[in-house]
């Protein structure tokens, strides 16, 4: 299976841009379908974006549509969320996550779907 592991965040100002990467090392890269979320202190866990095994499904919360944008490379084992127009949040943990699903359009967006996580980076945006 694989290991995952996030990084690119940092503390940006609002309207920057920032691209966060997750490299899995282990298993088969395009087995797994991925996903971000991030989870702010005190604030429940939120789907990012999730992305199927070939990354041809992609599929966005709601509060991120049309600013951010997934895509994964094979080659790079690499997951990626490029992020624009950031709005001012709250330090929160972007958490990289991957899951072999049986369908290969199949790309979920509840956290309880991922059985594998990273150990998230944190994004903050001030205003």
């Known amino acids: 299976q694989v290991q995952l592991v996030e990084s690119g965040g940092g503390l940006v100002q609002t309207g920057d841009s920032l691209r966060l990467s997750c490299v899995a090392s282990g298993g088969t890269f395009g087995a797994y379908a991925m996903a971000w979320f991030r989870q702010a202190p005190g604030k429940e866990r939120e789907l990012v974006g999730a992305?199927?095994?070939?990354?041809?499904?992609?599929s966005y919360g709601d509060s991120v549509q049309n600013r951010f944008t997934l895509s994964r490379n094979h080659a790079a084992r690499t997951l990626y969320l490029q992020m624009n127009n950031l709005p001012p949040a709250d330090p929160a943990v972007y958490s990289c996550?991957?899951?072999?699903?049986?369908?290969?359009?199949?790309?979920?967006?509840?956290?309880?779907?991922?059985?594998?996580w990273g150990p998230g980076t944190q994004v903050t945006v001030s205003s």
């Open positions: 992305i199927s095994r070939a990354g041809t499904v992609r």
């Open positions: 996550a991957a899951d072999a699903p049986a369908v290969a359009g199949a790309a979920s967006r509840c956290h309880a779907a991922y059985a594998l």
